[in-house]
């Protein structure tokens, strides 16, 4: 990165006319310097987060579950290097090979911390959203559910959480429409329709909280339908919309 115009304050001249040349001098070296550095820095971040998924695949190939891996919570495992490349690693920065491994660990993890973590920052949710849905729905459920935090890029999220909601996992399409929720999507309410009339007891369940969530007029509607289907979960949910209204 070269300086090309001033940005002392004493001028706003090329740096040629400036009359502080040392400084810019100076200025130019150092910044050539940090640009290095993040090259060196992003560099391995990409080849130690690479080289951990190539372990983890060799182990997966013949056991099942990530949380009986020695080397998935490691500060040196799968865990840490996703951490310090997801710190590290600009989404415009990323190759075809780390989304194929960040939607790899992310699938294969057996809790919501990588991909919380990786939603700290809006871009990346919507950047590996959009990569999901591009490869089939990889890790669709727990990204949908972080597309909800997309407070400045809510439309973005939007788009991409109306896709999901067609996903045939249920629980991304859950996910999908709590989170639609969450952003005041004018989408919800059809969406909790169709939820509900799959039959579908964990569907249902979704469809009432998403409509309490936007304060639907259909809410209640669908609420003293409960007891006409009695399934334990739904019932209970039921219940505790019940209680909580009366607290209201």
């Not at 600009?90 to 990588?114: A, F, I, K, M």
């Not at 920052?121 to 669709?140: Q, Y």
């Not at 045939?168 to 909790?192: D, F, G, Y």
């Not at 979960?233 to 039921?238: G, K, P, T």
Request: glycine share 4%; charged share 20%; aromatic share 10%.
């Amino acid at each position: 990165m070269v300086v090309t115009v001033c940005c002392c304050r004493r001028c706003r001249e090329s740096v040629k006319k400036c009359p502080l040349p040392f400084w810019h001098a100076s200025t130019s070296f150092l910044l050539r310097m940090t640009d290095s550095a993040q090259s060196v820095t992003s560099s391995k971040m990409h080849s130690d987060f690479r080289h951990e998924v190539r372990k983890l695949r060799t182990w997966l190939a013949n056991n099942r579950y990530v949380d009986d891996y020695d080397f998935w919570w490691p500060d040196q495992g799968v865990v840490g290097t996703f951490q310090r490349f997801v710190g590290s690693v600009r989404v415009q920065d990323w190759t075809e090979e780390d989304v194929t491994d960040l939607l790899y660990v992310l699938e294969n993890s057996s809790t919501g911390y990588l991909v919380e973590l990786l939603a700290e920052n809006e871009a990346m949710t919507i950047a590996i959203a959009t990569h999901s849905l591009a490869r089939g729905g990889l890790a669709s459920d727990d990204i949908a559910e972080q597309l909800a935090y997309c407070d400045q890029q809510c439309e973005e999220a939007e788009a991409l959480l109306i896709q999901f909601a067609q996903h045939p996992h249920e629980r991304t399409r859950r996910m999908a429409l709590l989170s639609l929720a969450r952003l005041q999507s004018a989408a919800v309410p059809m969406l909790a329709i169709t939820a509900w009339n799959t039959g579908d007891e964990f569907q249902r369940i979704g469809a009432l909280s998403a409509l309490d969530t936007i304060s639907s007029d259909l809410f209640s509607s669908y609420l003293s339908q409960v007891h006409l289907d009695g399934r334990a979960h739904l019932v209970a949910y039921a219940r505790k919309w019940g209680a909580t209204a009366g607290k209201k």
